[in-house]
């Protein structure tokens, strides 16, 4: 079978994450087969849908890599074909015409609600040649009212429903436009797709979809209904749980790679792999390691899968990212700036849990000579302090300017005055960097050099 998936938002709003982990099951499980992933647009409610959505959309997926191997389709483009598909259904005996009136439909749908049986129009058994002249109807399918339909689903496993509780639902409105119910099935028939993975909220569309290719006489594709997301709380997911667009966390500094390997793990699992690449789910993904249990979204986890991903990033490329980040503030950094972030990069990233964490505490990298002293930090810098820095820049004037060397030539200095790290570390960080709390002070002073070291220490504790 040359499988076919797709995955199919309506543009009313933002690629949220239940839709991107839709999209990336979608599209591993097409990768895994050697398949085709498609993308269809369901902008039907032509009132909600919007070219800004359909655009955000777009953007997401390609941000995440999940752009669809062909151009999307539009449903609202196939309305013509989806109207052929219900006149066809009426001529199988499938579906039917129903002039109902809305105070007739109300009476029905009460009863139903009393007996607890499905809505059944008296239109499904009469002669269409009894319709009134030119009055308007909707074309219902005709559902079977006894018996049940079981359909095995790949990761629910067999699920059954009774007939009699499938309402005769319409698949035409009054005005010949097709609702979703028939639209999508025709869209997949069409599209040739083999499997449908969706949330588990579609579980009960897919017993009256599946009437639907009855009727027609079509392949039934391979249902795949994976459960919803919820918070870490186990509450349905919403904002306060952190469920933002997919282009907010790009905004917040997420990579796409650990948005990729934090989504695969949000009801799917290998063994006891915690991070997985994104080669590495091609090759491992199937249907069968889907849980059956809400997933739950963790925004701590999300971070902490985040700087994974930074700790293993390319130093250079990351170099690169932060540099940009900075640079789009209108501070572009210098050549000794890059310079600087590149040497401290091993260090800065071990301590991070997104680029901009990063970008966002290297100000003292950026600019040469003073640096802003924070409160905290001053408060360091008393007469003592002072007197001590100065003197340990004297004594570093013929210290060779590496790791090693400075690191030896400090210890040297504390050994001969008798004194610890801890006895001028603090107020060291605070005259070279303004700050309280940076990484390795040392390798701070290598990074600067020495004469911007000497330069900021001087400045530090000569001013009042």
């Not at 013509?80 to 199988?92: D, S």
């Not at 949330?199 to 009256?208: E, K, M, S, T, V």
Request: hydrophobic share 40%.
């Amino acid at each position: 079978m040359n499988v076919v998936t797709r995955f199919a938002p309506s543009p009313t709003g933002y690629l949220h994450i239940g839709g991107a982990r839709t999209a990336l099951f979608n599209w591993l499980f097409a990768r895994h087969h050697g398949g085709t992933y498609l993308l269809r647009i369901e902008d039907t409610d032509k009132a909600r849908s919007t070219d800004e959505a359909i655009a955000a959309i777009h953007d997401g997926l390609d941000w995440l890599g999940l752009g669809g191997d062909q151009p999307a389709i539009s449903q609202s483009a196939q309305s013509q074909r989806h109207y052929e598909v219900a006149l066809a259904l009426i001529e199988a005996g499938a579906a039917y015409k129903c002039y109902l009136t809305d105070d007739e439909l109300t009476a029905i749908r009460e009863a139903s609600k009393q007996s607890g049986h499905a809505v059944r129009s008296p239109w499904r058994d009469k002669n269409p040649d009894e319709a009134p002249i030119d009055a308007p109807f909707v074309v219902r399918m005709k559902m079977p009212s006894e018996g049940s339909t079981t359909i095995l689903d790949a990761v629910q496993g067999a699920v059954t429903v009774q007939n009699h509780v499938l309402d005769d639902m319409v698949i035409l409105r009054a005005d010949g436009s097709p609702t979703y119910m028939l639209a999508v099935v025709v869209d997949d028939h069409d599209m040739g797709i083999t499997h449908v993975i969706r949330g588990d909220d579609h579980l009960n569309n897919a017993f009256r979809q599946y009437m639907v290719y009855q009727g027609m006489g079509w392949d039934v594709p391979v249902f795949a209904h994976i459960p919803l997301i919820h918070g870490s709380d186990g509450a349905k997911l919403s904002k306060r749980h952190g469920a933002l667009g997919v282009d907010a966390y790009r905004d917040m500094g997420f990579l796409p790679d650990a948005m990729f390997s934090y989504l695969l793990k949000l009801g799917w699992s290998y063994g006891d792999m915690d991070i997985i690449s994104r080669d590495d789910a091609v090759s491992l993904f199937d249907l069968g390691r889907i849980g059956k249990s809400p997933a739950r979204f963790d925004a701590d986890k999300l971070r902490d899968v985040n700087a994974h991903f930074i700790r293993t990033m390319d130093d250079d490329t990351l170099c690169a990212m932060i540099t940009q980040t900075i640079a789009e503030t209108g501070n572009s950094p210098s050549d000794a700036a890059k310079s600087r972030i590149r040497a401290l990069l091993p260090l800065l990233k071990e301590r991070a849990k997104t680029h901009l964490d990063i970008a966002g505490s290297v100000g003292y990298l950026l600019i040469d000579g003073a640096v802003t002293i924070e409160d905290d930090a001053a408060a360091l810098l008393n007469d003592d302090a002072k007197k001590t820095l100065l003197d340990l820049d004297r004594a570093l004037e013929t210290a060779p300017w590496t790791l090693d060397g400075l690191k030896e030539a400090v210890n040297g200095y504390l050994v001969e005055n008798g004194m610890k790290m801890r006895d001028i570390g603090l107020p060291l960080r605070a005259a070279v960097t303004g700050m309280k709390q940076t990484p390795s002070i040392i390798d701070i002073m290598v990074a600067l050099g020495q004469a911007e070291t000497s330069h900021r220490l001087r400045i530090a504790c000569t001013q009042r």
